[in-house]
T-cell receptor, first 113, second 116 residues
Framework: AQSVTQPDIHITVSEGASLELRCNYS??????LFWYVQSPGQGLQLLLK??????LVQGIKGFEAEFKRSQSSFNLRKPSVHWSDAAEYFC???????????FGAGTRLFVKA | DGGITQSPKYLFRKEGQNVTLSCEQN?????MYWYRQDPGQGLRLIYY???????QKGDIAEGYSVSREKKESFPLTVTSAQKNPTAFYLC???????????????FGPGTRLTVL
């Protein structure tokens, strides 16, 4: 079955340090890939998306993600984390010809001073 | 401003009661979705709708019902048949259903339902 895996349930980083959140999707047709962020008690906000073209995608709030087809990965990065980045992050995928957005289980980010 | 609204933000229900969660969008999106979110489980699809007067079951439709009488509205009813309804419910919408680039989903702020 098609799936999305976020291997890290939670991650703690120091403010100002770099961040990488991992996302792997199961092999399938060309995927459309997304990262969303959710603050506690809120809906999901789209950070960035990849459909085609340049495999390095820039998003809002200083985030970027790189699509690596050979590794079936779409990892999210930020060079310097701010305390306001503490939230839960979801990776998601839609496969070409499908309709359903498949979400990962999420990674909760904690930021320490 | 365009967006998706959900009401109420918090909802309390006694066991055995049906409750209806509201979802409205003014983005002129064709497709709408309902998800349930439980701690540590990500999002699970309850129902989705491509067009007015049509909707399909998602992965966990049992104990829920929906209607789509207007393009901008997609209310979810949590019935007494839903055995464990306490959760956070998210509504989303997108422009096109079918795996195209326009299928990016945009989310409302959510409704937290608690069964007493």
């Amino acid at each position: 079955a098609q799936s999305v895996t976020q291997p890290d349930i939670h991650i703690t980083v120091s403010e100002g340090a770099s961040l990488e959140l991992r996302c792997n999707y199961s092999y399938g047709a060309t995927p459309y890939l997304f990262w969303y962020v959710q603050s506690p008690g809120q809906g999901l906000q789209l950070l960035l998306k990849y459909f085609s073209g340049d495999t390095l995608v820039q998003g809002i709030k200083g985030f970027e993600a790189e699509f690596k087809r050979s590794q079936s990965s779409f990892n999210l990065r930020k060079p310097s984390v701010h305390w306001s980045d503490a939230a839960e992050y979801f990776c998601a995928v839609i496969y070409t010809g499908g309709f359903k957005t498949i979400f990962g289980a999420g990674t909760r980010l904690f930021v320490k001073a | 401003d365009g967006g998706i609204t959900q009401s109420p933000k918090y909802l309390f229900r006694k066991e055995g009661q049906n409750v209806t969660l509201s979802c409205e969008q003014n983005l002129n999106h064709d497709a709408m979705y309902w998800y349930r979110q439980d701690p540590g489980q990500g999002l699970r699809l309850i129902y989705y709708s491509q067009i007015v007067n049509d909707f399909q079951k998602g992965d966990i439709a049992e104990g829920y019902s929906v209607s789509r009488e207007k393009k901008e509205s997609f209310p979810l009813t949590v019935t007494s048949a839903q055995k464990n309804p306490t959760a956070f419910y998210l509504c989303a919408s997108s422009t096109l259903l079918g795996g195209g680039a326009a299928d990016t989903q945009y989310f409302g702020p959510g409704t937290r339902l608690t069964v007493l």
